[in-house]
């Protein structure tokens, strides 16, 4: 069949492979989820919200048990926030190290050790009966727990462009899975021998220990992760970095020649000569203006999300006539729970569809926007209530906070690409993620005193109309919006 040709055809085409190259990588055809390897990694990811929040329902009465107060009640808050911030401070003080250690030796042994460092210190926080005992535990807890940049790291070398915002989809609903059994296993299980008689009541074990049940459940999950981790996950950092040069002076490195590749999961031989030159690089070199900016849109992102979950129990708990809600502590759990699942399912379902409609960047300020309306409805829910009581108009705008709250959350599938992008070279990945986390770690350490702080100051001294809290919310939300507008419309690709 012969073809029309007119003034506008040219007379040189480009050829096949060539027209394939200038196509952009959207039409691709999207590679299937390498799914054994992620049900793995997702695994994995829910035994860090299990040990982190499972202490939350029974902190209280065991800060009174172990008598650190001295039977003042005004001090139980303050020792519980402790042990809360404690694992995200010693775990921002040592995940960069993990991660980059992950660059050397291999993502799979640093898993490895993450998740015996989490079942030891769950197994040791049931058993101790001393407040310095809890503080060690939770610190060790913390401090051992590598796992979220590697994991983040692994995810996008076994995924590529086309598949990627599916499988970082899944990592926030496995994230509200593990928050949301948490507290329902800590709350259900602790003192076991007062609440199930027929099965615990004769157990002197559990009336010495009562709270070692809920703590050995999150334990013996990660020890059940460790055994599939071992057998199952392969690594996907091709190394000859022997894990023994990690103690070896600085003067002995020459000897042991060759560094990690990381592995691309289309093809089994890496060719170290086609990989940018290089090792994992040091700290100076690996902070460039794109990691900083990367790391800077998950951290905001954190900020905003730490505060308001810190916020939003205690305001729902708090009287109306002090600035809350006034609602009763189940229904409060309710609402918690919705907003847990909410994200997790919402994550799966709808953001890789917002995510190839809208591009990174305009889903990103679309969830930072969103978090607006989410803090202003605070104020307006009470004045609500105040005037009107609990109506059904009061309970449609508690529903449309949580549906901004579950949207605004779709920024945290948004940052990890971002992050693993921005990474300097292929072999600093893991770095790359492990700094991102230690800046968020810090800001999920710093944020709850801060929110809870401003909170109780507004209510006491009724400042700026009892609001303070919010207007430092809103603060947050405009260093999120700023960074926003840094960040490229599409991830970079270099």
């Not at 040990?51 to 329902?57: E, L």
């Not at 010693?90 to 291999?106: K, M, N, P, Q, Y």
């Not at 989410?374 to 104020?379: D, E, Q, R």
Request: with cysteine; hydrophobic share 45%; proline share 7%.
């Amino acid at each position: 069949m012969s073809r029309e040709v007119d003034e506008q055809t040219p007379l040189l085409r480009s050829s096949d492979s060539e027209t394939y190259e200038q196509e952009p990588e959207d039409f691709k055809q999207p590679t299937p989820l390498p799914w054994r390897q992620l049900a793995i990694l997702l695994v994995i990811q829910i035994s860090e919200p299990l040990t982190s929040q499972v202490i939350s329902p029974f902190a209280p009465q065991l800060i009174r048990d172990v008598g650190i107060t001295n039977g003042d009640e005004a001090q139980v808050g303050f020792y519980v926030g402790l042990l809360h911030s404690l694992f995200f401070a010693t775990e921002a003080l040592t995940i960069f190290h993990w991660s980059r250690i992950s660059d050397r030796v291999g993502r799979k042994p640093v898993l490895l050790t993450g998740l015996f460092g989490l079942s030891i210190s769950m197994y040791c926080f049931g058993l101790t009966k001393t407040f310095w005992g809890l503080i060690l535990s939770r610190c060790l807890n913390g401090a051992l727990n590598g796992n979220i940049g590697v994991m983040r790291s692994m995810i996008a070398e076994i995924t590529d462009s086309s598949n990627v915002a599916e499988a970082f989809a899944y990592l926030p609903f496995t994230w509200s899975a593990g928050t949301t059994l948490g507290p329902m296993i800590g709350g259900s299980l602790s003192h076991p021998a007062e609440r199930f008689p027929n099965v615990f009541g004769n157990s002197s074990f559990f009336k010495e220990y009562p709270y070692f049940l809920p703590c050995a459940v999150p334990a013996t999950v990660s020890v059940l992760c460790w055994a599939v981790t071992f057998m199952y996950l392969k690594e996907t950092v091709k190394t000859s970095y022997p894990v023994a040069r990690l103690f070896r002076s600085r003067k002995k490195e020459s000897d042991i020649p060759s560094s990690p590749v990381p592995s691309s999961p289309s093809s089994t031989t890496t060719d170290i000569s086609s990989v940018d030159d290089a090792g994992p690089l040091p700290l100076k070199e690996l902070l460039t203006p794109r990691v900083i900016l990367a790391a800077s849109s998950y951290a905001a992102v954190a900020l905003i999300d730490i505060a308001f979950r810190t916020v939003q129990p205690v305001y729902y708990g708090t009287p109306v006539s002090m600035g809350g809600l006034g609602l009763n502590t189940p229904t409060i759990g309710t609402l918690l729970a919705v907003l847990g699942m909410g994200i997790g399912v919402s994550q799966v379902i709808f953001f890789p569809r917002l995510f190839h409609l809208m591009g990174p960047r305009n889903l990103y300020m679309l969830c930072t926007f969103t978090c607006l309306p989410m803090i202003a409805l605070f104020p307006v829910l009470n004045s609500m209530a105040r005037e009107q009581g609990m109506t059904c108009s009061v309970w449609f705008f508690i529903v449309l906070q949580i549906a901004c709250a579950i949207l605004a959350n779709f920024a945290y599938g948004v940052t990890p690409m971002y992050i693993n992008a921005s990474a300097p070279n292929k072999a600093s990945v893991g770095a790359t993620n492990g700094f991102a986390q230690t800046f968020v770690s810090i800001m999920r350490a710093v944020g709850p005193a801060a929110a809870t702080s401003a909170y109780s100051f507004s209510i006491e001294n009724n400042y700026l109309g009892g609001h303070l809290v919010y207007y430092l919310m809103a603060a947050m939300v405009s260093a999120s919006v700023v960074v926003s507008v840094l960040l490229p419309r599409q991830v970079w690709r270099d």
